[in-house]
């Protein structure tokens, strides 16, 4: 299969993820559709893209026409074996657990084309680890989206040992098509590159805040002003969802086994009190319709 033989492809996740990479490939010119289990996902999946693209068509980044035609190539539905079952690239977004994404790529494999190529959007779980539930691990690929999708500029796209380089560089081909920049990494690390790099920098920073060197305000503004980032760590930590964050640690800690990569206690204590940052309106900041307090 080649990039010119994808014409269908289905989105597994109507979450913050999913909705918004399923927007991309139908405005890449993809019939796309988005499955959830979750009926009130798929309604909230469909107004947020329906907000956010009719102030692209406002704001003259898209004419009113591409975005008509973009909805139209879009679908909706909460049955994964109609999702899949005509599409020719599936792409899973759903919760950064192991046994999740397995048990899902498991009946994806299942229902899918024999000639389907699968990725996986997660942000840390390299796909040799999911490509065991499946039949096809040289159909097996990472396609790992940043947060916002529709915003973020770049997919990590990753090869384990068993992917073939044909299905690396259809994926590749897909992201030219709904015009991301993509990057081919061909050795998997769990994390990737961009994840751990950014890792690194939440784990210092969550230290010096752990042990009284400064607040995370302070934290924020030093990496903000000093270092030129645009969003400071635990600024981002709110935006992505701290339950992300904790569920990547916990994911790397079960392979690892090393303490050093169990959450930080404030990143636990966030999770248990379902302090999650923007999307509960309180993480390390507290979120009102004016902005962070």
């Excluded at 289905?10 to 993820?17: E, L, P, S």
């Excluded at 798929?42 to 704001?59: Q, S, T």
């Excluded at 392979?255 to 204590?269: L, N, S, V, Y």
Aim: proline residues 3%; hydrophobic residues 40%; aromatic residues 8%.
């Amino acid at each position: 299969m080649n990039s010119k033989d994808i014409q269908r492809i289905a989105v597994i996740g109507a979450g913050q993820m999913g909705h918004q990479i399923g927007m991309l490939c139908a405005l890449g010119g993809y019939e796309t559709i988005i499955q959830d289990m979750n009926e009130q996902s798929l309604i909230d999946a469909k107004n947020k893209l329906e907000a956010i693209i009719g102030k692209w068509v406002h704001k003259g980044k898209i004419s009113s026409e591409a975005k008509e035609a973009a909805f139209r190539r879009l679908s909706f539905t909460n049955t994964l074996k109609e999702a899949v079952s005509n599409a020719d690239f599936v792409i899973e977004a759903v919760v950064e657990k192991l046994d999740v994404k397995q048990s899902v790529f498991k009946e994806i494999d299942e229902y899918a084309p024999s000639h389907a190529i699968l990725a996986s959007n997660s942000s840390t779980i390299v796909n040799s680890l999911i490509a065991s539930a499946t039949n096809r691990p040289e159909q097996i690929i990472n396609m790992h989206f940043f947060f916002p999708p529709l915003v973020m500029d770049c997919v990590e796209v990753v090869m384990s040992e068993k992917t073939s380089e044909k299905t690396a560089q259809t994926t590749m081909q897909v992201c030219k098509q709904i015009n991301r920049t993509a990057v081919l990494l061909k050795k998997e690390i769990s994390g990737f590159i961009a994840n751990r790099i950014l890792g690194a920098l939440q784990k210092e920073a969550v230290f010096l805040y752990e042990n009284g060197y400064a607040n995370f305000e302070d934290i924020d503004t030093i990496c903000k002003k000093a270092l030129n980032h645009p969003i400071g760590p635990f600024e981002l930590m709110d935006l992505s969802g701290i339950d992300v964050g904790y569920f990547v640690m916990q994911q790397r800690y079960s392979e690892t086994g090393d303490p050093e990569d169990k959450p930080a206690a404030c990143i636990e204590e966030k999770v248990q009190k379902g302090e999650l940052g923007r999307k509960t309106g309180k993480g390390f900041y507290t979120y009102h319709t004016q902005g962070v307090k």
